[in-house]
């Protein structure tokens, strides 16, 4: 009779259980660290305020995937981020929801841990969380309002549930949006190049590859003995950028059409100065320039060969490139450059189960 | 009777002087070091320097192939003119040059010029000698990532370096060859002929803007000229400007591990500091203005932040003056000087 009573009890108690509790796993903060592996990256200094966790990752990776992210619940971040281009565009000014372009060619996502610097070609956002924002708000891209975009996830339990596991305090809010965000992009790690293998000695460079990496590494040399081609004095450090702006030559006073970092600094020395890019994946993230003008490796060797110009901002460092015959590479060093700069692609950031769609 | 220093300076001083001071170096103790007063600017003092370290021709012109050539390098890629560029009074663009295989180290690279009179090298000021200095980039992971055996050894199988080795030290470019010969090139670097020496020299007049950057400067409401004092613009201590409140490059700490000295960096010479930007022991700031700012914000708070270093309540135009002021320090017949570019 007790042990029909008690099982009854527990029947009841579950029911009960059951009726107010719908989701079997109702959602609670969780913590949980999200593990990286920088495989031969020095590890970067990330922001103390935001530590990196499980939940708080699928959180920024759902949201990068959003397009109730932005107006009319069309676009999302991964439509101009497209993994299998390096989370870049391949057109040469993306097109927002209002089927305009923008001005500048769509930067790729990946390794910004490493940036210190600024975001964007300016460097307007002085982080990654800043710089998560912009673009959903700017009239050319997702031209959504951010009190729009809060009201539209917090209308999804999915939504609901995923804040509440990413954040102590659980509020779908824009500081949260912007934290997730920042949270996924610094996981999108690229470090399984040819380079990096070369560099951890599991592989060999071809011989094209090695001249082309000693021409990329080498000063130019005036005497004419040495063949340089210059590249490493801003495209420096583990990530092939030294993370600061530059006239890189690419247009006369005249020409200009874009101030540039300009625009944030109000210095006219920084007029037509821009973000130094990671040459990584540097196959897969064409249009080249901050205006995308080169389709091509070899239209972007040429150009530091023999066409940089001349203009009151350009760097010192084009002191070479500007001289009559330029730098003087051979169609062959052309073709051996390229090939070392094939080898900084990495097949695997195209495929990574973990930075894709997740629907 | 002085011979000015200026665009006319040539390799025929330094026969003279060269000539002149075998002269004097076997009289023995009596006026050996005057012989600088023809090469260095009228308004210079003699600098302080053993005699031995006074460049003959040949010791100049070794070191000057020495100093352009990427032989130093572990790769053969670059040269200590690749992060000293001529054009840029010895200083580079970057903020952190890029040594072999574009490795990064975490400081910016200095201006050369007048390095004769820097009584401790390297920014935390750790080394009494350009000898030792010399040292540094060509070991440094991150720089030549090279070894000076290995260099004299490479050196040793180049005729013409043998040669010149000869004649400038009568001996083989062994170690003590390649850090006296760079040296002794590097000892010449003198620039004292910008707007500022020429208005000191009764030769110019600065414009009022640039008078009133002057007096700024030299004024007890922005203090610059307690740090940045005499000749060379600078005192030579090591003091935290309260760029930051927690460091990554600790400093001079790095050598004493004494938490006094956490922060503190060798304070530079401001001659020729229009081109030698970026700014600060790491590049960080990029423009006199951004500079300036920091300076007028009093600066971030650290404990061993310089006591002078606090809100100054500069108005636009008085940064506008200081910045006008500073670019009066650019000599341009130094970084154009023929001597001193690679041929």
């Known amino acids: 009779m007790n042990k029909i009573l008690a099982s009854s009890m527990i029947i009841i108690v579950l029911s009960i259980f059951y009726a107010c509790n719908p989701d079997e796993n109702p959602a609670v903060f969780d913590n949980t660290p999200y593990k990286i592996e920088y495989n031969g990256l020095p590890t970067p200094d990330l922001p103390s305020d935001n530590v990196i966790t499980v939940e708080g990752v699928t959180l920024g990776r759902m949201l990068f995937y959003e397009k109730m992210l932005s107006k009319n619940s069309i676009q999302s971040c991964a439509t101009c981020h497209v993994q299998i281009d390096g989370f870049s565009d391949k057109n040469q000014f993306s097109e927002g929801v209002e089927k305009k372009l923008g001005g500048r060619q769509a930067m790729p996502v990946f390794n910004m841990a490493w940036h210190q610097n600024g975001f964007f070609w300016d460097g307007r956002a002085a982080s990654l969380r800043e710089q998560s924002l912009k673009p959903i708000q700017d009239p050319l891209e997702m031209n959504e309002t951010l009190p729009n975009m809060i009201a539209k996830l917090q209308a999804s339990n999915q939504y609901k549930d995923q804040f509440i596991r990413a954040f102590a305090n659980g509020q779908i809010n824009e500081k949260n949006v912007s934290l997730a965000l920042e949270q996924f992009m610094f996981t999108i790690i690229s470090n399984n190049s040819k380079y990096d293998r070369v560099q951890a000695g599991k592989e060999q460079f071809s011989a094209s590859e090695e001249r082309g990496k000693n021409l990329f590494f080498t000063e130019f040399d005036p005497s004419g003995k040495v063949k340089g081609a210059e590249c490493f004095h801003c495209h420096s450090g583990p990530n092939f950028t030294n993370d600061d702006y530059f006239n890189n030559g690419l247009d006369s006073d005249l020409e200009m059409k874009d101030d540039g970092r300009m625009k944030v600094t109000k210095n006219s020395l920084d007029k037509a100065k821009f973000l130094t890019p990671s040459l990584r994946n540097i196959a897969l993230t064409g249009p080249y320039m901050h205006d995308g003008r080169f389709k091509t490796i070899e239209e972007v060797i040429n150009h530091y060969n023999q066409n940089v110009k001349k203009s009151s901002t350009v760097d010192v460092l084009m002191q070479y490139n500007l001289q009559a015959g330029g730098l003087g590479l051979s169609s062959a060093d052309v073709a051996d450059l390229k090939a070392f700069l094939l080898t900084l692609s990495d097949e695997t950031l195209k495929s990574n189960p973990a930075f894709s769609d997740p629907n | ?343």
């Open chain 2, 1 to 343: 009777m002085f011979i000015r220093y200026n665009s006319k300076f040539s390799i025929f001083n330094y026969i003279v002087i060269s000539i002149l001071l075998c002269n004097s170096c076997n009289k023995d103790e009596e006026g050996i070091k005057y012989d600088y007063s023809h090469f260095i600017p009228s308004h210079f003092p003699i600098p302080i320097s053993n005699p031995d370290s006074i460049p003959t021709e040949a010791q100049f012109t070794l070191g000057k192939k020495l100093f352009f050539d990427p032989v130093l390098s572990r790769d053969g890629s670059l040269s200590c003119a690749s992060c000293h560029k001529p054009s840029l009074a010895f200083a580079d663009t970057v903020s952190v040059s890029a040594g072999v295989e574009g490795r990064l180290g975490n400081r910016n690279s200095p201006s050369l010029g007048n390095v004769v009179y820097q009584k401790k090298l390297l920014k935390e000021g750790g080394l009494p000698t350009l000898e030792m200095q010399v040292l540094v980039p060509i070991q440094e992971h991150a720089e030549f990532d090279n070894n000076i055996v290995e260099i004299s050894d490479k050196l040793m199988t180049i005729p013409k370096y043998v040669e010149m080795s000869q004649a400038a030290y009568k001996r083989d470019p062994d170690p003590y060859v390649i850090t006296r010969a760079i040296s002794a090139f590097e000892r010449t670097l003198f620039s004292g002929d910008s707007k500022y020496d020429q208005f000191l020299n009764g030769r110019t007049k600065l414009t009022a803007i640039e008078e009133q950057g002057l007096n700024l400067f030299m004024s007890n409401k922005t203090n610059c000229s307690n740090c940045h004092s005499g000749f060379l613009l600078t005192n030579q201590n090591i003091e935290n400007n309260g760029l930051y409140s927690v460091y990554k490059d600790i400093g001079a700490m790095r050598l004493t591990q004494n938490p006094s000295d956490e922060g503190k960096f060798k304070i530079p010479s401001l001659r020729n500091i229009a081109l030698t930007y970026p700014y600060m022991h790491d590049g960080s700031l990029k423009t006199l203005e951004e500079v300036i700012e920091h300076y007028n914000s009093g600066g971030s708070n650290h404990k061993n932040k310089n006591t002078l270093i606090k809100p100054l309540n500069l108005s636009q135009s008085e940064i506008e003056a200081l910045v006008a002021f500073l670019s009066t320090l650019t000599d341009y017949n130094f970084i154009t000087n023929k001597n001193y570019q690679n041929e």
